[in-house]
């Protein structure tokens, strides 16, 4: 899922970061990728996103024990609440420069959903205790967490992550049970 500066209704604002945007320079992956656009002046919605996850599982051969959830800045937020919502529906998860409720997200989520957490150091937009609070309650819970601080980055901590092959070997190592 895209940050804020990507709302609207031109879908070429999707492809500014992340996957839709190597995709779009010709990076191929072995899945399928979905990228929504979410509204101008609105927040990614857990029941508008489970909703749409539903008809792609409808119309497209998915297999639904290994769908993924990432998103970057107000995507993170996004897929904390949309994996809290729903954590039996997830392989994997990584977010990026995100945040959340972090008592219901650790209680939530718990041990069900394999996490990677991502976050730059000097991010002013997003701090990163946004995600350390998450990460630190996951770890009191004994919950094995990852969790990867780029020292040097602000906010753009997309660029690396989505980057780094490693994140989608991870990811598609998982599968629910």
Not at 19 to 30: A, C, D, H, M, T
Not at 66 to 78: A, D, K, N, V
Not at 124 to 131: D, E, I, N, Q, Y
Request: glycine share 10%.
């Amino acid at each position: 899922m895209h940050g804020a500066g990507e709302r609207g209704d031109d879908l070429e604002k999707v492809k500014v970061h992340g996957p839709p945007k190597l995709v779009e320079q010709g990076k191929e992956f072995p899945f399928i990728l979905v990228s929504p656009q979410c509204k101008r002046n609105r927040w990614w919605e857990p029941i508008s996103l489970s909703a749409l996850i539903d008809g792609i599982e409808e119309k497209y051969n998915v297999d639904s024990h290994r769908i993924y959830l990432t998103g970057l800045s107000m995507g993170g937020f996004g897929t904390w609440d949309l994996a809290s919502y729903s954590p039996e529906r997830f392989a994997a998860i990584a977010p990026v420069c995100g945040g959340g409720d972090a008592t219901k997200t650790v209680y939530t989520i718990g041990d069900k959903i394999p996490t990677w957490v991502f976050h730059g150091a000097k991010d002013s937009v997003v701090p990163l205790v946004r995600s350390t609070e998450l990460v630190d309650g996951f770890k009191k819970r004994g919950v094995d967490v990852k969790f990867t601080v780029y020292p040097e980055a602000g906010h753009d901590s997309w660029s690396k992550t989505y980057d780094n092959p490693e994140l989608y070997k991870w990811l598609l190592s998982h599968s629910l049970k």
